[in-house]
């Protein structure tokens, strides 16, 4: 995917350093889709909320390939890419063209909302238009332009070779969009800690 993205951050527009960063988590790459498990799996606990068709189309955009293929990794600057960890934003994915050579996605900050133990299953999470920054006063800026990433700001992605260097894929940009919104609203995405944690992804 640097190859792809041309060792910038999709973002930002930012060159080196550069991180690559996972659309579905590296570390949960073994969360397979079995039926045996003592507790229920990622994907049974998607099912109560998606439909099953929906949920298998992630699955399998996911498995076998599993998470290193370049349908699944982004380019983000170090910061863009913690933040993202942490679901301060979230990228809709719009539109791709019919030949696979451009994808357009929409910015979204996330308001931070303190940690609930119970959501209500019908509230929307809120998304102000033209948000110009995260939890905590994060922000992120086009280095070219010097303008500031505000909600709802339209990005676009392209590539040369749509088979060796494909796009991110729209289905786990998808799944992504649900689940950060999902994060930011239960309160998760900002657990007790600082940003000197090791984990990634």
Known sequence: CCERDQEECVLTMAGKPINVAHI?????RYEYNAVNQPTPSFWTILRLF?????VDTW????FPLGTEACHNLI??????????EKAYFALKPIRISDDKRRLDIQFFW???YNHASQVRIL?????PS??????????????YTEKKICSGDEIFLETDDPVARPLPDFRLLEMQWFLHRVTAISGAAEPQDDFRGDDSD
């Open 123 to 127: 509230q929307r999470p809120s998304l």
């Open 24 to 28: 579905y988590p590296f570390s949960m």
């Open 75 to 84: 380019c983000l600057c170090p910061s863009a890419h913690r933040y993202w």
């Open 110 to 112: 996330l308001p931070l």
């Open 130 to 143: 033209g948000l110009d920054r995260g939890p905590y006063f994060t922000k992120l800026w086009n280095v």
């Open 59 to 62: 699955y399998n955009t996911i």
């Open 50 to 54: 998606w439909t099953k068709e929906r």
